[in-house]
């Protein structure tokens, strides 16, 4: 098991940005491939971006592709989520969650592909 907690959320204007951080801890870290969720209140947990344990390949959901860019650090056992150009329907809590990757170059964007979660990050927009 992996254990994930993240940091970085806040309130920020719409318009700004905001680097969210993952730390991970209890495993091999580089074996992982992580992802980011988020969930607004009485809205389903939704696929934000994922990375694959290379750090080569990564996806996005339309929503946010453009705006929003996911890497991954594993010296430094850490996954990043820099998001830009940020919009009030972008509010939500954030949750990063990992995966034992067999492939190398495979991302993941189903809640249900994943086995370790954080607590979340709270995420806020003002218009």
């Known amino acids: 098991q992996v254990q994930l907690v993240e940091s970085g959320g806040g309130l920020v204007q719409a318009g700004g940005s905001l680097r969210l951080s993952c730390a991970a801890s209890?495993?091999?870290?580089?074996?992982?491939?992580m992802g980011w969720f988020r969930q607004a209140p009485g809205k389903e947990r939704e696929f934000v971006g994922g990375?694959?344990?290379?750090?080569?390949?990564?996806a996005y959901s339309d929503s946010v592709k453009g705006r929003f860019t996911i890497s991954r650090d594993n010296a430094d056992i850490a996954v990043y989520l820099q998001m830009n150009s940020l919009k009030p329907e972008d509010a939500a809590v954030y949750y990063c969650?990992?995966?034992?990757?067999?492939?190398?170059?495979?991302?993941?964007?189903?809640?249900?592909?994943?086995?370790?979660w954080g607590q979340g990050t709270q995420v806020t927009v003002s218009s």
């Open positions: 990375i694959s344990w290379s750090g080569g390949n990564t």
């Open positions: 969650a990992a995966v034992r990757a067999l492939l190398s170059g495979r991302t993941y964007s189903r809640a249900s592909d994943y086995n370790n």
């Open positions: 209890g495993h091999t870290f580089s074996n992982y491939a």
